[in-house]
């Protein structure tokens, strides 16, 4: 590592003043708009192949190479190609024609790209892509990704498990449940697109799959707004309420957005197990049910001052509060009886960051994070043999989160570049639970201290090819310390990237990564669930290290297929017991030999008439998984597992669009218990109104109810059925409007002759 390090010194004194020459230009329409997501190709004055990029939401693009005399061949689906000469760096203004052809009452459109490869990223415009959806904000568009899943409020990609979300290309110190609560409150047209990566690259501070969500970065006078309202009728009726308003100028921008959600959770469970203790099978029948409910106010305020085209300062505030918070949970059956109550006198959360980017290619930022929780719970247990059992606890968390980073990137010619960066992140994390002293179900008291700190850095370097080939090969060092354990670890990861034309781009990466366990996985408490069930925390658990290998291939721009592999060594997973000390079941975390996945994947797009379009998403995966230190028993498995996808819209008129969603997963196994074939039919209707100003939609999720499959256990003594409703069947009513706009300036085209058309 000392010489990793002393050679990361080196190339960084070294390479601080290198940078490369810049060819520049925009591309708009010919009534002046930005034309986004359009390929341009830069060639030499042989028309020898040199680099190719895509113009971004203002429909620049820039080059770094040394060129004195080059060509520049522009294409965009929805316009005529435009190929120019060109001798001097910034280009200008290019101006192209719509290839739209009109046929009687009959227009035939060219459709924009789906997806687009961006130094090793899949980047799908989420407008385009939901476009005929029935969605309410950014969280819900990006379900819409191909190869993205929910799975209990999380996303999920295939191929790659888990997914960190992120935004404008920085980490958070707040939790993935919290980035969700504020992605729900986030209208789809503040998003520019998303970006899904199975490997993100070392810039990003982030381990493993990711998907960067890049909010517009408009530079004109503006002045926008939406209010929303949503009501969805679930086991409790929950209703949410949002406003956001965003003002800019050329220089500054300064957003705002509050909300107002009552959220609830729902959960039955009819438990049969068949617990054998001391040789005795013991039949306990049990039909849990656990409620929540909250009102959560989520506020975000944001300001943005621009220096000049390529730097600026962010400067961002969100805060999230629960009030009216309780949870309760009862228990009946023929082993006990219970009821349990948790009031919640605290929950809130406040994070500040700080980013800023230059145009020498240095970004560098902070990030904070404070989080408390504070509740009492009171339960009584009456078991049938005539025991009793009474707890009364208080118990609350506090946790301060600070993460910097600062990254620099270099052109250094002939299509070769240079990225460094360092980052430094630390948790404080404090519990406590306390056992009143009138409790017959009397625990351990617990008072403790989580301290983290890991710093890294890392060193990653690029190459762009005359014939379409790039690749980037990157190293990255970590040292990690948590309750005096420290250590030392590397992570390599490449990625292949090869682009002859559009129509067809391959895309493969590798890396090596560790995932860690969160705050409240390492606490000492124990939760209880009823007399019965119980949660028991794992302090000890170890962090897990993930070898993945990807390969997609594009083609046309919106048909993706893919292989992936990975392999996963001490991952740690929840999974069920039943003890052999006393009749109970206890759920824990805990770190398991290996999970390894092995599949391919395929989404194919299809429209056979304007009106109609589709999306089926194919996946095929072999699991093994294996733990032979859990309790007393050890478990080993291995299974194929398919998935379909299919979603289908239908557009009546430019205002009407109605959409119908099946999914399909047939039966899995997760640690001790398997999983039932889980399947859903969702329907929808979206009706846009005050010429495309405002939108009401309407959305049945989870029509039959068939989301959630029976979990059983069955092997080594352990017996179990748990049927399980979520209540994930409910209808969505929801109303947007959008107010405001921007000042349209008038533009001219820029005169070109000088450059020899």
């Not at 009706?687 to 939609?697: Q, R, V």
């Not at 039959?704 to 059925?721: H, P, R, Y």
């Amino acid at each position: 590592m000392k010489r990793l390090l002393f050679l990361f010194s080196i190339i960084i004194s070294v390479t601080t003043a290198i940078h490369g020459q810049e060819i520049k230009g925009r591309v708009i329409s010919n009534d002046g708009t930005p034309v986004a997501d359009a390929n341009v190709v830069l060639q030499n004055s042989t028309s020898e192949y040199m680099g190719i990029e895509s113009t971004d939401a203002e429909g620049r693009f820039t080059f770094y190479c040394k060129a004195d005399t080059f060509r520049l061949v522009v294409h965009h689906l929805a316009f005529h190609s435009r190929e120019i000469m060109c001798t001097a760096k910034d280009v200008g203004d290019i101006v192209l024609e719509p290839s739209d052809v009109a046929l009687g009452d009959v227009v035939i459109s060219s459709e924009r790209p789906l997806v687009k490869v961006e130094e090793g990223k899949l980047a799908y415009d989420l407008g385009q892509l939901t476009r005929d959806k029935v969605v309410n904000n950014t969280y819900e568009a990006l379900t819409k990704l191909p190869g993205v899943r929910e799975e209990n409020e999380a996303l999920t990609l295939v191929g790659a498990g888990s997914v960190t979300l992120i935004i404008n290309g920085k980490p958070t110190t707040m939790t993935q449940e919290q980035v969700t609560t504020l992605l729900k409150t986030t209208p789809i047209e503040r998003v520019e697109k998303a970006e899904v990566m199975y490997s993100a690259p070392p810039r990003y501070h982030v381990h493993g799959a990711a998907i960067n969500i890049v909010l517009k970065h408009d530079t004109r006078y503006s002045l926008q707004g939406e209010v929303g309202a949503t009501y969805r009728t679930k086991f409790y009726n929950e209703g949410e309420g949002h406003i956001f308003l965003r003002a800019a100028t050329p220089k500054q921008a300064f957003d705002i957005m509050y909300s107002a959600n009552q959220v609830s959770d729902v959960q039955d469970v009819d438990m049969l197990s068949l617990h054998t203790l001391d040789g005795k099978v013991h039949e306990i029948r049990q039909i849990q049910k656990i409620r929540g409910e909250a009102l959560l106010h989520s506020t975000r305020a944001s300001y943005e001052y621009n220096f000049n085209e390529k730097s600026n300062i962010t400067i961002a505030y969100n805060g999230q509060y629960k009030s009216n918070a309780e949870g309760h949970s009862g228990s009946t059956g023929n082993f006990q009886n219970s009821d349990n109550l948790k009031d919640v006198k605290k929950d809130a959360m406040h994070n500040f960051s700080l980013q800023a980017i230059t145009g020498t290619g240095l970004s560098a930022g902070a990030d904070y994070t404070i989080y408390e929780n504070l509740s009492d719970q009171t339960m009584s247990v009456d078991y049938l043999d005539g025991n009793t059992l009474r707890m009364k606890q208080e118990a609350g968390q506090e946790v301060h989160a600070f993460h910097a980073y600062a990254d620099q990137s270099h052109s250094l010619g002939k299509g070769w570049s240079l990225g460094y960066g360092a980052s430094y992140r630390n948790s404080e994390s404090e519990d406590f639970q306390i056992y009143s002293a009138e409790s017959t179900m009397k625990g351990d008291d617990v008072n403790s201290t989580l301290s983290e700190h890991t710093a890294e850095a890392y060193l990653s370097i690029g190459k762009q090819t005359g014939m379409g080939l790039s690749f980037n090969l990157s190293l990255t060092g970590e040292y990690y310390w948590l309750n005096g354990h420290e250590r030392w670890t590397a992570y390599p990861q490449a990625s292949l990237t090869y682009m002859r034309h559009p129509d067809h781009i391959f895309q493969g990466t590798f890396n090596v990564t560790k995932q860690y366990p969160s705050y409240w996985q390492m606490q000492e408490a124990v939760s209880y669930i009823d007399g019965y069930a119980e949660l028991h925390n794992t302090p000890g658990l170890e962090p897990s290290k993930r070898y993945s290998l990807n390969a997609n291939y594009i083609l046309k721009q919106k048909y993706v297929f893919g292989a992936f592999l990975n392999h996963t060594d001490k991952m740690f997973a929840q999974a069920m017991y039943q003890s052999n000390e006393r009749l109970a079941l206890i759920y824990q975390t805990h770190n398991w030999d290996y999970r390894s996945q092995s599949g391919v994947m395929a989404v194919i797009p299809y429209s056979p008439v304007p009106w109609f379009n589709t999306s089926a998403t194919l996946v095929g995966v072999y699991v093994t998984q294996r733990c032979d230190d859990f309790f007393d028993i050890g478990f080993k498995d291995n299974q194929w597992i398919g998935m379909f996808m299919l979603d289908n819209s239908f557009r009546v008129n430019k205002e009407l669009v109605f959409e119908l969603k099946g999914f399909l997963q047939t039966p899995a196994t997760q640690g001790t218990f398997s999983i039932e074939t889980m399947w859903s039919l969702s329907a929808g209707a979206k009706w846009n109104f005050a010429k495309g100003k405002g939108t009401l939609s309407c959305y049945y999720n989870d029509i039959f109810n068939s989301t959630i499959g029976d979990m059983k256990m069955n092997f080594k003594g352990q017996n179990l059925i748990n049927r399980n409703d979520f209540h994930t069947r409910n209808l969505t009513l929801s109303v947007v409007y959008r107010f405001g706009g921007y000042k349209k300036k008038e533009s001219k085209a820029v005169d070109t002759s000088r450059f020899g058309h």
